[in-house]
């Protein structure tokens, strides 16, 4: 979802520690809720559903009261995704005062995967094989527990600008463009140091937007599948991306050296800041509110490496709630296609569902400020080309912070070159003290 990932890094917390906070905190903001669960005016039974941002909930809430007349479903919507993550650990360690569906971000299963049993198993046969298998799976235990539905996703492919590219000399039309950048990401690189070379123009918006493109395709970054920590001194892995996420930047200056979120950046849309960025659905009403007035981008079914994923949420069932089978069919119903696509055409959030994904409905959405691009059909390909989602333990928080944070220093700031830079990530990594 759009807004929602301009949190940044969330905190890895413990769940006892929360306890402690949990006596004094108030919790998040509430849009819309009236009461706890349990018996309501309207209905013999009362759900609360706990979101943040912008799920596209509103009349699908609606619709399922009219048909389910004994159900009175109750939001309530968090400012952001980072209150919303807060006050759901504050209330899991209290053992009390969850919604009956808990919306979460894909980012948080790390911690919530270390208390399986404080949220209901959604395994179930209506809902096997409905999901894109690596959505899936990343809300599943090891035993084979599925603890969430998938909500929207977030598959990549490149916005650009194509009047930058014409002055480039470079094909504008998207099917060129991704005949153009097809292949890894040093292609990706490459045609971008001919497009520097022809206009001065930077290729991209900054490094560390782009080391998470390449990052989402790092099937064990930071930690092994039992949580082993790979010592940062010898993750050959991670340090590859660092250097080529940095030479790219700063030794062949292809970044425009803004970090995404910033005020610069945001006014980068408006001053032709850079030619290309890396975009998950999501990102495309970002673009378009900061570009507002401006002529030119589009969107190429291409991403380098073949595909990636950048985002994307998930309902939960908290084990406390006191109508837990109830819950659960809502959240089903929430998540099959029918409502994904309800829920993408009011909110622009993009389906996880396999059906959902070939639905006309989808495929045959166009986006008029990106040149009429037929965005349901593109981002619905490139969702069928992620082969990869990065493993997230309970220490990659932390330590793709670290690397973050030293791509930064070189890239934006300008403090450090690369090896000073790493020399300090490495520096930081032990005093972690994770081995």
Known sequence: MRSRKMMGTIGVFSIGALALAACSSGGGSESSASGEAGGGSDGDITLTVAT?????????????????????????????????????LTRLAAGSGLSDIEAIEVDWWPELKQYPDEFVDLSSPDVEGRWLDWKAEAAMTEDGKLMGYGTDAGPEAICYRADMFEKA???????EVAKLLEGDWDKYFEVGKQFVEATGI???????GTYQGILNQVEQPFEESDNTVIPLDQNDTIKKVYDQVLKASVEDNLSAHLSQWSEDWTNAFQNDGFATMLCPPWMLGVVEGNAEGVEGWDVAPVFPGGG???GGSYLTVPAQGAHPE???????????????????????????????????????YTNEFFNNAPIGQIFSDMSKKITVQPYKGPNFFALTTLVTDGITRVDVDKTDDAQASWDKVIAEYNQLDLQ
């Open 308 to 310: 990636g994923n950048w």
């Open 169 to 175: 000399g470079l094909p504008t039309d998207r099917n």
């Open 52 to 88: 943040f941002n912008e799920f596209g909930y509103d009349n699908l809430f609606d619709e399922y009261m009219e048909s389910h007349p004994g159900i009175k479903v109750e939001q309530k919507k968090a400012a952001t995704s980072n209150e919303a993550h807060d006050n759901m």
């Open 202 to 208: 930077p290729w991209f918006d900054g490094g560390t």
């Open 326 to 364: 109830e819950a659960r069919e809502l959240a089903a119903w929430l998540t099959a296609p029918e409502q994904q696509i309800k829920a993408f055409e009011t909110k622009g959030n993009f389906p996880s569902q396999l059906e959902a994904l070939d639905s006309p409905e989808l495929t045959e």
